[in-house]
């Protein structure tokens, strides 16, 4: 206070004796003088004397200028403009101010009582762009000057937070300021942008496993300030993800789950290895059809309305060993988003979900490896340095020696087979310069397993890219990406001479990929882009693999197809409470030649006794055109700080569909561009949640219904043969389809006991009404999808004992999946039939299962060459003979039931993960 009283006092004091003398007018120039050197020199020119402190850093900055008869009041505005100084002409005397600006007339509204009060140690250096990494600092830097010009009451501070050692950005740093309540955090280029008022500002800078920066600034000006934090280096523990307060009630979009690969480690999964897909079915509203089948069914959908993408690159078929393995090397996985419900819109092509999965970034500064070793695969992967703070690489293998576990499984068939694979991935990074950076990547996965002594089945998945990440400005970021994917599935049979011969599939997916993020101010950022992607489609090839065969060459011919897309969205805040993502996308698909198609008679069936003619169509001629926007909505709006209530709105096309007759999907599955004749899908959701999180975040839960709508559901009438067919249309129905249902969550992030309980109540419904007789099933009425499970329910628990010594949990339980049972039998002329009842009409069994694992983590030392994890769990502890598959047989006259399970029993299993 008695500062406050001494500052107003010396103020009135200067504009009573300020006696207003004028000016002189001079001629001078400085080279290179310090401005403590240009005061002496007006000194010696003139009668007027400069009254300043010494010690000032900011009279060595050196100036260069010429001036002729100016008066010394315009001299000093030029010369102290690029400084935080300020000067007041009184009685022949310049007095030199650091940052405040002294007034001729008393205006107490123009006095900052943040810079009166202030009793810490200013730091006095004007910053354009304030580099810091050190640690925290009492001291205060004031950014800019105060000017008798400027009345602005706030300023935007901007910049971009990077790592001390390895110069990459920081996303998701939390940037706090605590005497404001105002919070904002980086994107993925670690840029920032706040608003803060004039003033004195308390900055806290917060990023998981890095050290805490506190900063305090008194701000005059717009400012770019880049901060650099450093890694802690403490003790080694397990990477637990630290997330803004209240996140999840926050974020815009609902549906959305994003998972960390190391909070895999820690759940017993079968065999031992952490998978991210796996953890993902656990979660509400994502399913599979059963054990030992590699589809995933979210929200209702079919296994093939889901889009896989590893950095953007379609992967067609996302497991190995029958769905017991993803396909990409978890030890190579960064994180994984998934969206079943909000999609935002630079994603198309599949109307149930996408699975985004990022790959790590090589280590820029030294070579680092990770690996594990299992009872069915071992993998080791490594990082290491090109050029130093520049370029990296990273890339690892995996392997498997699974033969023995299919000896343990209780099918018969299974136990007389055999099943390989392996996969492999490379990236290499590059940071041209500060705007500019380049990234390209390969990977390569290859199944091959035999169900007999006499066929082999294989396949395999490839995806290239090559993305350049372009920075415009700190408001344009920009990607452009070529990507190429490429799916192969093949049988090699050799059982018989006369009739054995090879088989194959193919699928190759070239696509660009242009995307743009702008940030247009603290109420919009715009995503902006467009997307062109050809399909070139083998539907199947068989030769004969002996000149003595029987069978004869057979090729059908090649399908092609180009999908173009343009789209934006807006992430739009309101205010504070209200908040949307507002996304439209138009994207259309040509399916071209050269192709052989059959037009059918209008208004009639597609079937053969109503062909119309057979047309011809030349290379790159346009068969059909299919053409529609897509519609992304979504909004939150915060009840209170820690509860909110979200809605979601998408529509999406796809112009792709996976040919199969099987209930749970198979490596045999084939895919089907949209033609004459078969349509696009189309696919409508809305949803709507409540989320809310308690104690602090310690706990969050959440609940949400949606209601989807599909047009166009492709399905097949039974018996129907899908390899080799010329004409897929008469054996296909396309009908419409509906899922419902609610999911609730409640999770415990963190913690020494943290997981989470997942409920789900939902349907599955389809409808087939062709217009002939073997086309509608069930009386046209809609029916329970293969994939229809009522209830779901999952657990997945950990308790931490030590820092060290830790112990998991997982309960599953699931309505069994529809079936369909004979219910009788009939003669018809001297031949006996098996009546069965409509389709789906029944379920097999309920499923149930429970796993235990414990896990021992190495001691910490940070000098250990070797750090080590070890996992000891057991799969269906209770061995549970949950059943797969039932089927039915007819022998001597009657008709058999047969159960078939994949697990009937526990199964241990020891993992020993290491890095170094």
């Not at 007759?661 to 045999?668: G, K, W």
């Amino acid at each position: 206070m008695k500062n406050k009283i001494l500052i107003y006092f010396l103020l009135f004091v200067f504009t009573i004796v300020n006696a207003q003398v004028k000016e002189q007018n001079i001629t001078i120039s400085f080279t290179e003088k310090s401005i403590r050197d240009c005061f002496l020199e007006i000194e010696n020119k003139t009668d007027q004397k400069f009254y300043y402190a010494n010690h000032w850093d900011n009279l060595n900055q050196k100036i260069t200028a010429s001036f002729s008869n100016e008066p010394v009041s315009s001299i000093l505005e030029s010369i102290l403009k690029e400084s935080n100084l300020n000067f007041f002409y009184t009685n022949n005397s310049y007095i030199i101010t650091q940052n405040n600006f002294i007034y001729n007339n008393l205006n107490t509204s123009l006095i900052s009582t943040d810079s009166l009060s202030l009793e810490n140690k200013l730091n006095p250096l004007f910053f354009e762009k304030l580099v810091d990494n050190t640690e925290d600092t009492d001291a205060i830097t004031i950014i800019g000057k105060q000017d008798e010009k400027n009345t602005k009451k706030n300023h935007i501070i901007e910049g971009v937070i990077t790592d001390t050692k390895t110069k990459n950005p920081l996303s998701g740093v939390l940037i706090s300021i605590t005497n404001r309540n105002i919070k904002t955090e980086t994107d993925i280029d670690g840029y920032f942008k706040a608003t803060l008022p004039d003033g004195l500002n308390y900055l806290e800078i917060n990023a998981l496993s890095y050290k805490k920066l506190n900063r305090k600034i008194i701000l005059k000006k717009d400012a770019v300030l880049n901060f650099q934090l450093t890694e802690s280096v403490t003790l080694l523990n397990e990477v637990v993800v630290e997330r803004e307060r209240n996140k999840e009630v926050k974020e815009i979009a609902s549906g959305v789950t994003t998972f960390n690969i190391e909070k895999a480690k820690n759940v017993p999964l079968v065999l031992g290895e952490r998978d991210i897909i796996k953890l993902a079915l656990a979660l509400p509203g994502i399913k599979t059809a059963g054990e030992g089948s590699s589809g995933i069914n979210v929200r209702g959908g079919k296994d093939d309305q889901n889009l896989f993408l590893l950095d953007n690159a379609t992967i067609y078929n996302p497991s190995h060993f029958f769905g017991f393995f993803s396909s990409v090397n978890p030890y190579l996985v960064n994180d994984v988003n998934i969206y079943k419900g909000y999609i935002p819109a630079e994603f198309g092509g599949r109307i149930a979900s996408v699975f985004e999965i990022n790959s790590k970034e090589g280590n820029y500064e030294k070579f680092k490896g990770e690996g594990g070793i299992g009872p069915v695969t071992s993998n080791l992967t490594f990082t290491s340095p090109v050029i130093k703070e520049k370029a990296t690489l990273i890339g690892g293998v995996r392997a498997t020696y699974s033969k023995w576990i299919l000896k343990q499984i209780d099918n018969k068939e299974l136990n007389k087979s055999d099943a390989s694979f392996y996969d492999a991935f490379l990236k290499y990074s590059h940071k041209i310069n500060e705007n500019n950076s380049l990234e390209t990547s390969i990977y390569y996965s290859k199944d091959k397993f035999n169900v007999s002594s006499d066929s082999l089945y294989s396949y395999s998945n490839t995806a290239v890219s090559l993305n350049w990440k372009h920075n415009f400005n700190k408001k344009n970021i920009a990607n452009f990406q070529l990507l190429n994917s490429n799916y192969t599935f093949a049988i090699d049979y050799a059982s018989n001479n006369l009739r054995s011969f090879n088989y194959n599939f193919n699928i190759n997916e070239s696509k660009f990929i242009f995307k743009n993020v702008y940030f247009y101010n603290e109420k919009h950022k715009f995503t902006y882009g467009l997307n062109s992607v050809l399909y070139l489609l083998n539907p199947g090839e068989l030769k004969p693999s002996d000149a003595s065969s029987l069978l004869t060459y057979k090729k059908i011919d090649q399908e092609k197809g180009l999908e173009n897309d343009i789209f934006i969205n807006d992430e739009y805040t309101l205010n504070q409470k209200l908040s949307f993502n507002l996304g439209i996308r138009y994207s259309t698909f040509l399916a071209l030649g050269p192709a052989t198609q059959t037009v059918y008679e209008d208004d009639a069936p597609i079937a053969p006794g109503y062909v119309k003619e057979i047309k011809e169509y030349d290379n790159n001629e346009v068969i059909k055109n299919y053409n529609g926007f897509e519609y992304r909505l979504g909004t939150r709006y915060l009840l209170t700080e820690t509860s909110s209530i979200k809605l979601a709105y998408t529509t999406n096309y796809q112009y792709l569909h996976k040919l199969s007759s099987n209930t749970t999907q198979s490596p045999t599955d084939t895919w089907k561009l949209a033609d004459l004749n078969i349509k696009p899908s189309y696919g409508q959701q809305l949803s709507l949640g409540y989320f809310k999180n308690f104690k602090d975040d310690e706990y969050q839960f959440s609940v949400e219904g949606y209601y989807k709508k599909t047009e166009n559901f492709l399905d097949f009438k039974v018996g129907s043969d899908l390899i080799l067919s010329e004409s897929i249309e008469t054996d296909a129905i396309q009908g419409k389809g509906k899922a419902y249902g609610v999911e609730f969550l409640i999770k415990k992030p963190e913690g020494k006991l943290n997981g989470w309980i997942g409920y789900t109540y939902s349907r599955s419904l389809i409808q087939l009404d062709g217009k002939t007789p073997d086309k509608i099933v069930n009386n046209g009425d809609y029916f329970a999808s293969n994939f229809d499970k009522p209830h779901d329910f999952n657990t997945i628990l950990n308790y931490k004992f030590t820092k060290r010594y830790s112990a998991s949990f997982n309960f599953t339980y699931q309505t069994g999946r529809p079936v369909t049972y004979p219910i009788g039998s009939y003669t018809y002329g001297n031949a006996q039939y098996t009546l069965y009842s409509d389709r789906n009409k029944f379920r097999i069994p309920d499923y149930y299962r429970v796993d235990v694992g414990i896990n021992i983590e190495g001691n910490h030392k940070v000098k250990k060459p070797f750090h080590s994890f070890w996992n000891i769990s057991i799969y269906n502890l209770l061995g549970r003979n949950n059943p797969q598959s039932v089927f039915f047989v007819t022998d001597n006259g009657k008709i058999k039931a047969y159960k078939s399970s994949i697990f009937a029993y526990p199964i241990p299993t020891i993992t020993y993960n290491f890095k170094f």
